[in-house]
T-cell receptor, first 113, second 110 residues
Framework: DAGVIQSPRHEVTEMGQEVTLRCKPI?????LFWYRQTMMRGLELLIY????????DSGMPEDRFSAKMPNASFSTLKIQPSEPRDSAVYFCASSFSDGYGYTFGSGTRLTVV | GQQLNQSPQSMFIQEGEDVSMNCTSSSIFNTWLWYKQDPGEGPVLLIA?????ELTSNGRLTAQFGITRKDSFLNISASIPSDVGIYFC??????????FGKGTHLIIQP
C-alpha cells in the first residue's frame, strides 16, 4: 500500500485565495482525520470522518474552513478565503475505526502571503 | 479540551546516551501512543499502549502506560544519530481522535 497520500506537498498562495488540500486514505481504513501543525499550537485535530460521515468538526477554526469526504478514497480540506495565519502544515491521517495506530500522510505545507 | 503536557521540550544529548521523556494529562486516557516525526514527514507510530501499567518495548525503545492512566513515559537506550526528530505522545484514539502533546525535540551531538 502506498500509505496516506496528500497533495500538494507545498502550496503558496496569496491572502484571500481559495486553497484546497487533498487526501487519499489507506484502502480499507474507514476513519479519516485532518490535523494542523504549527510551532505555537502543535498538532491540532480539525475534523474527522467515520465511514465518510463527519463526526466532529469542533476543531475547525472558522467558517472559512470546510472539509468533505465524498467517498471512501478521497477527502478535501478547503480554506476560503485564506489568511496568513492559516499558514501551517496540514496532515491527513487514516485508520480502522476501532484502531488507534493512525497512519499519517507526509503533509501539505501551506504558506499564505 | 483535553491537554497533554509533554516534557522536556527539547533535549541535547551525546550519541550513546539514554533518553527519557514523559507525558502527563489531567484527564484519563484509555490508550497512550508515542510517535516520531522526521523533518518534512508526518508522525510515525512507534509504540501503542492499551492497558494501565503496561510496559512495552520496541527495540531500543521502551514505553509505559501509567497506572493512573494519566501519564506515560518513553525511554530510548543508547541513542544513535537516526533517533533525531520530534517525539510526540498522544492519548485517546479510536473513533474519537487523538490528542497530541507539543512534542520533544531530540538533538544528538556526535
Amino acid at each position: 500500500d502506498a500509505g496516506v497520500i496528500q497533495s500538494p506537498r507545498h502550496e503558496v498562495t496569496e491572502m484571500g485565495q481559495e486553497v484546497t488540500l487533498r487526501c487519499k486514505p489507506i484502502s480499507g481504513h474507514n476513519s479519516l482525520f485532518w490535523y494542523r501543525q504549527t510551532m505555537m499550537r502543535g498538532l491540532e485535530l480539525l475534523i474527522y470522518f467515520n465511514n465518510n460521515v463527519p463526526i466532529d468538526d469542533s476543531g475547525m477554526p472558522e467558517d472559512r474552513f470546510s472539509a468533505k469526504m465524498p467517498n471512501a478514497s478521497f477527502s478535501t480540506l478547503k480554506i476560503q478565503p485564506s489568511e496568513p495565519r492559516d499558514s501551517a502544515v496540514y496532515f491527513c491521517a487514516s485508520s480502522f475505526s476501532d484502531g488507534y495506530g493512525y497512519t499519517f500522510g507526509s503533509g501539505t505545507r501551506l504558506t499564505v502571503v | 479540551g483535553q491537554q497533554l503536557n509533554q516534557s522536556p521540550q527539547s533535549m541535547f544529548i551525546q550519541e550513546g546516551e539514554d533518553v527519557s521523556m514523559n507525558c502527563t494529562s489531567s484527564s484519563i486516557f484509555n490508550t497512550w501512543l508515542w510517535y516520531k516525526q522526521d523533518p518534512g514527514e508526518g508522525p510515525v507510530l512507534l509504540i501503542a499502549l492499551y492497558k494501565a501499567g503496561e510496559l512495552t518495548s520496541n527495540g531500543r525503545l521502551t514505553a509505559q502506560f501509567g497506572i493512573t492512566r494519566k501519564d506515560s513515559f518513553l525511554n530510548i537506550s543508547a541513542s544513535i544519530p537516526s533517533d533525531v526528530g520530534i517525539y510526540f505522545c498522544a492519548g485517546g484514539g479510536g473513533a474519537d481522535g487523538l490528542t497530541f502533546g507539543k512534542g520533544t525535540h531530540l538533538i544528538i551531538q556526535p
